[in-house]
Structure formats: structure tokens, C-alpha cells
């Protein structure tokens, strides 16, 4: 857990959400992956996503089953992206770079927001990338890598990345398009 002897209250850190929005694309949670294994995709290590998982259920983001497999609670996880994330985990922005693309330069956005051919897309910084752009610094270090491996995630930290970080436009079609991925699964995740 994040604390200290001085300071008691538990702090969330950028790879919790990390971790709850991976855990958040598994439909059937009797088939979540292990730690090791979520710690192999996101790359992390066990011991970090098992403190994630612990901050999300203390932090009422997440529960564990009978099998201590942790559900993500996806209307509290929603609520916090779209009200509290983003003021967390503020946008940091910095030079022009090659990189993977994010926010409104990433799907589901980038079919949806007809970028300026003189604005250079958003983009997490990263030798691998395969477009230029301007840095938008990743919610955690590994998300490009995470992101590469797993497309689905890469759409929820990039719509998470046009919360934090968009216009109000882009903003409010991230929010639509998050909305259609977790507020249809919403009722059958919740304890």
C-alpha cells in the first residue's frame, strides 16, 4: 500500500487504473488472468499489480470473488475516470517525438476526429513508435508497451488520454465511447 508512518491515507497510484481499465476488458471473470500474467502483459511486476488490485478494493474500485479473482466495479471505475482521473493523473505534455498514438490520434477517436493535417496528433513518446507527434506522456511508463500487445487497452488509456488531456469536443466523445464499452456491462459486474 502507498503509505507511510506519518501519513496513513492510501494513495492511488497511475498503474491501479492501469491495472483496473486491462481487468476491465474481461467479460467473464472467472476466466481473469493471474497476476503473473497481468503483470507479463502490462509490463509490471506481480507484486505491483497485486498492490494495485489491493488499492482498487480499498478504494471501493474493484472487489474480489470467492476465489480472491478481482471484479472490477465498472460504474465506480467510470465515475472516477470521468470526474476524479483526470485531476489524479493530470495531462503532461512535452516536445514533438516518435511515438504510439493517443487521444483523439488512436481509435476509436481517430475514425471520429478529423485531425488538422498541420497539428501533429498526441502521441505516447516511445522508440518502437511509428508516428511523429506531440509527447502526451503515458498514465505509466509501460502503457505503449501494454497498448502494442493488447488493443483494447490501447482504446481505453487513449480515451482516457482525451479525458485528461482533450478538448471539450474530444472529451465529450471519449466519454460516449467509454460509456458504450463499460455502462452496458455495468449492471452485471456490480457486487
Known sequence: MARSNSNPQLVLRPQDLMVLMRLALDGDHDTAPSYAAL????????????????????????TKDSAGRPRVRLEPLRLFVLHGARYSFPATRGPLTRGVPTSYGAAPLSALIRASATE??????????????????????????????????????????????GSPRERALA??????????????TQP
Not at 503483470?39 to 474493484?62: N, Y
Not at 466519454?175 to 452485471?188: G, N, T, V, Y
Open 39 to 62: 503483470a507479463a502483459e502490462l509490463r509490471l511486476t506481480a507484486s505491483e499489480v497485486h498492490g494495485a488490485v489491493e488499492r482498487a478494493v480499498t478504494a471501493q474500485l474493484a
Open 120 to 165: 501533429p496528433p498526441p502521441v505516447w513518446p516511445d522508440k518502437d513508435g511509428t508516428v511523429r507527434g506531440e509527447t502526451l506522456y503515458p498514465l505509466y511508463p509501460t502503457a505503449p508497451q501494454a497498448a502494442r500487445a493488447n488493443p483494447a487497452l490501447h482504446e481505453l488509456l487513449a480515451l482516457f488520454d482525451a479525458i485528461r488531456a
Open 175 to 188: 466519454i460516449q465511447e467509454l460509456d458504450k464499452r463499460w455502462r452496458a456491462e455495468a449492471p452485471a
